[in-house]
């Protein structure tokens, strides 16, 4: 999951986190087929279900079902052996089980070839033509080689990942369609860019990911907020303020300038980016104080906002008041459960609770036993370090 401020971390063990947004959502209902459809399980058997399990984080009975589909011979498509597959590999991936999904992967023959296309098998999709293979699967095959340590066959993938989305953005734009088909492809090279950034990010290759950024805005225009914002929480991190500054003042013109919602944002979300920006320049000031207040107008509109949640909750530890640095934490995992609970917030809960209480083990191992109870099945929870 890719960060507000990437890696940013306390000088002052224990060793909170500023949280992270993730730039890098998956997603498998869309793909490969088109909204012709009228349901999800008009795309696939019985795929409304299998995806309502994926969007309650239920792993375990994704991994279930599609084997069930398997051994009852459920699929009779060859296009619902790709789409089960799919779930199958993002749900070993989920679950941390990278060499099985790896494994899965390996069953796979050239994604390319025509034994994964629709004209390939005209009595079964008549008038249909194209790659039947989802998206994701794509995205999937790229990068599980970096999650099993093999980070530079994963870059590798992901770059030639890169160029096969860019072609076809070009073709689509040849043809004169920018339309939604157009549109898709270019939110896919925004989101294999941002992998190739996180795994960039994590070896601190800080000029690759602001030629990346660049080359984005160069092929796209400037005014996505997100990306800037990006660029800017980068520029962070090699100790550019002032560029940092300027990058988020643009995010900020851009709102000013009416753009009350841009791409996949809403206002909210826009002005909540905006806030979330000053209070990280604040942040790196350790003007505490004043990124509380921008913190508190971010969830102010959205109680959900769970980054701002968690940053406002390590300036109040920053300011001594860890009582309630506590509080907005346990609050947050009392209100929006499924939101706040994540690792990085319980982590940082769990320092606090080291710094606050003589018998924190216990503390620490009641909200480990909630946690058992709530959780979606990736929840990784040794993060309670009991």
Same mark, same amino acid.
């Not at 079902?65 to 052996?81: C, I, M, T």
């Not at 941002?194 to 225009?221: A, M, Q, W």
């Not at 959900?304 to 008041?321: G, P, Q, S, W």
């Given at each position: 999951?890719?960060? =507000?401020?990437?890696?940013?971390?306390?000088?002052?063990?224990?060793?909170?986190?500023?949280?992270?947004?993730? &730039?890098?959502?998956?997603?498998?209902?869309?793909?490969?087929? *088109?909204?012709?459809?009228?349901?999800?399980?008009?795309?696939?058997?019985?795929?409304?279900?299998?995806?309502?399990?994926? &969007?309650?984080?239920?792993?375990?009975? /994704? &991994?279930?079902?599609?084997?069930?589909?398997?051994?009852?011979?459920?699929?009779?498509?060859?296009?619902?052996?790709?789409?089960?597959?799919?779930?199958?590999?993002?749900?070993?991936? +989920?679950?941390?089980?990278?060499? =099985?999904?790896?494994?899965?992967?390996?069953?796979? $023959?050239?994604?390319?070839?025509?034994?994964?296309?629709?004209?390939?098998?005209?009595?079964?999709?008549?008038?249909? *033509?194209?790659?039947?293979?989802?998206?994701?699967?794509?995205? &999937?095959?790229?990068?599980?080689?970096? +999650?099993?340590?093999?980070?530079?066959?994963?870059?590798?993938?992901?770059?030639?990942?890169?160029?096969?989305?860019?072609?076809?953005?070009?073709?689509?734009?040849?043809?004169?369609?920018?339309? /939604?088909?157009?549109?898709?492809?270019?939110?896919?090279?925004?989101?294999? *860019?941002?992998?190739?950034?996180?795994?960039?990010?994590?070896?601190?290759?800080?000029?690759?990911?602001?030629?990346? #950024?660049?080359?984005?805005?160069?092929?796209?225009?400037?005014?996505?907020?997100?990306?800037?914002?990006?660029?800017? @929480? #980068?520029?962070?991190?090699?100790?550019?303020? =002032?560029?940092?500054?300027?990058?988020?003042?643009? !995010?900020?013109?851009?709102?000013?300038?009416?753009?009350?919602?841009?791409?996949?944002?809403?206002?909210?979300?826009?002005?909540?980016? !905006?806030?979330?920006?000053? %209070?990280?320049?604040?942040?790196?000031?350790?003007?505490?104080?004043?990124?509380?207040?921008?913190?508190?107008?971010? #969830? $102010?509109?959205?109680?959900?906002?769970?980054?701002?949640?968690?940053?406002? %909750?390590?300036?109040?530890?920053?300011?001594?008041?860890?009582?309630?640095?506590?509080?907005?934490?346990?609050? %947050?995992?009392?209100?929006?459960?499924? /939101?706040?609970?994540?690792? *990085?917030?319980?982590?940082?809960?769990?320092?606090? @609770?080291?710094?606050?209480?003589?018998?924190?083990?216990?503390?620490?191992?009641?909200?480990?036993?909630?946690? /058992?109870?709530?959780?979606?099945?990736?929840?990784?929870?040794?993060?309670?370090?009991?």
């Amino acid at each position: 999951m890719a960060s =507000e401020l990437p890696d940013s971390r306390t000088q002052s063990p224990p060793d909170p986190e500023t949280l992270t947004t993730d &730039l890098e959502t998956l997603t498998l209902s869309n793909d490969p087929l *088109t909204d012709q459809f009228g349901s999800l399980n008009n795309l696939s058997h019985e795929l409304a279900s299998l995806q309502d399990l994926a &969007l309650r984080g239920s792993w375990r009975s /994704v &991994l279930d079902k599609v084997g069930r589909a398997r051994a009852l011979s459920l699929l009779q498509k060859p296009h619902d052996h790709l789409t089960y597959l799919s779930y199958n590999v993002l749900a070993l991936m +989920k679950l941390r089980r990278f060499a =099985e999904a790896s494994a899965e992967l390996d069953s796979l $023959e050239d994604l390319d070839g025509s034994q994964y296309r629709y004209e390939s098998y005209p009595n079964v999709y008549l008038n249909r *033509t194209g790659s039947m293979v989802p998206f994701s699967l794509r995205w &999937l095959r790229a990068i599980v080689p970096a +999650k099993l340590g093999r980070r530079q066959d994963g870059l590798d993938r992901l770059y030639g990942l890169l160029g096969f989305v860019r072609t076809k953005v070009e073709e689509k734009e040849n043809a004169g369609d920018l339309g /939604v088909s157009v549109s898709a492809w270019r939110k896919r090279e925004f989101f294999v *860019t941002n992998s190739i950034i996180g795994l960039h990010l994590s070896n601190k290759e800080f000029p690759v990911c602001l030629s990346l #950024i660049k080359e984005l805005f160069k092929r796209d225009g400037s005014s996505d907020p997100v990306l800037i914002s990006k660029l800017g @929480y #980068i520029q962070m991190q090699i100790g550019d303020l =002032e560029g940092a500054k300027s990058s988020f003042n643009r !995010v900020e013109g851009l709102m000013k300038e009416g753009e009350k919602s841009c791409g996949s944002l809403s206002e909210i979300q826009f002005r909540n980016l !905006v806030n979330r920006n000053k %209070a990280l320049v604040y942040l790196v000031g350790k003007d505490y104080v004043s990124a509380v207040r921008e913190y508190d107008e971010c #969830i $102010e509109r959205d109680h959900t906002d769970v980054v701002a949640v968690n940053n406002k %909750a390590l300036c109040l530890m920053y300011l001594r008041d860890l009582s309630d640095s506590i509080k907005v934490l346990e609050n %947050a995992l009392e209100r929006v459960p499924t /939101v706040a609970l994540n690792e *990085t917030l319980v982590v940082n809960l769990c320092s606090m @609770y080291e710094l606050a209480y003589v018998n924190h083990s216990d503390v620490k191992r009641t909200l480990s036993n909630w946690i /058992v109870r709530v959780a979606p099945d990736d929840f990784d929870s040794s993060c309670t370090r009991i």
